[in-house]
């Protein structure tokens, strides 16, 4: 398999992958929010994690000018690894994707003592309500 063809495949699952975040939204804005607007209590951005995750992926990419077949497997050990944990550890927040298409993740506690991870399109600020429905325990989206 030659170098271009290899990089037109990751290309396009790149794209493919990208392509599915649009969809994904679109059903979770199908999903009920709760009926009283929940007011915030304190809030962080989660935002300074996606650079980290970035450099998680990046770093041992670049490191090889010309990989050999040792180098590729070597890859998709790797990210099949960083994969595991990103699902295992509850991350899936920390996608950059979602800061491409316009959105932000908050660290949030509500009045009543709830924390959740909220996405949204908004800047979010202690004091701020927010009109959101569950995706899962942990996180919810704003409406």
Same mark, same amino acid.
């Given at each position: 398999?030659?170098?271009?063809?290899?990089?037109?495949?990751?290309? %396009?699952?790149?794209?493919?992958? %990208? &392509?599915?975040?649009?969809? &994904?939204?679109?059903?979770?804005?199908?999903?009920?929010?709760?009926?009283? &607007?929940?007011?915030?209590?304190?809030?962080?951005?989660?935002?300074?994690?996606? &650079?980290?995750?970035?450099?998680? /992926?990046?770093?041992? #990419?670049?490191?090889? %000018?010309?990989?050999?077949?040792?180098?590729?497997?070597?890859?998709?050990?790797?990210?099949?690894?960083?994969?595991?944990? /990103?699902?295992?550890?509850?991350? #899936?927040?920390?996608?950059?994707?979602? /800061?491409?298409?316009?959105?932000?993740?908050? *660290?949030?506690?509500?009045?009543?003592?709830?924390?959740?991870?909220?996405?949204?399109?908004?800047? #979010?600020?202690?004091? *701020?309500?927010?009109?959101?429905?569950?995706?899962?325990? /942990? #996180?919810?989206?704003?409406?």
């Amino acid at each position: 398999m030659s170098d271009a063809t290899l990089t037109i495949e990751f290309i %396009a699952l790149g794209f493919l992958s %990208a &392509a599915w975040l649009p969809v &994904a939204f679109r059903e979770a804005r199908k999903i009920q929010p709760r009926a009283q &607007a929940a007011v915030i209590k304190s809030v962080s951005d989660r935002g300074g994690e996606v &650079a980290g995750y970035l450099v998680t /992926y990046l770093l041992p #990419l670049l490191t090889v %000018a010309e990989p050999t077949p040792k180098d590729w497997l070597a890859y998709i050990l790797f990210i099949a690894l960083v994969g595991v944990i /990103y699902v295992r550890t509850d991350m #899936l927040h920390i996608n950059p994707l979602l /800061y491409l298409f316009g959105f932000l993740v908050f *660290d949030v506690v509500l009045e009543g003592g709830q924390q959740y991870l909220v996405v949204t399109r908004r800047r #979010l600020h202690p004091g *701020d309500s927010i009109q959101a429905a569950p995706l899962r325990s /942990y #996180l919810i989206i704003e409406s």
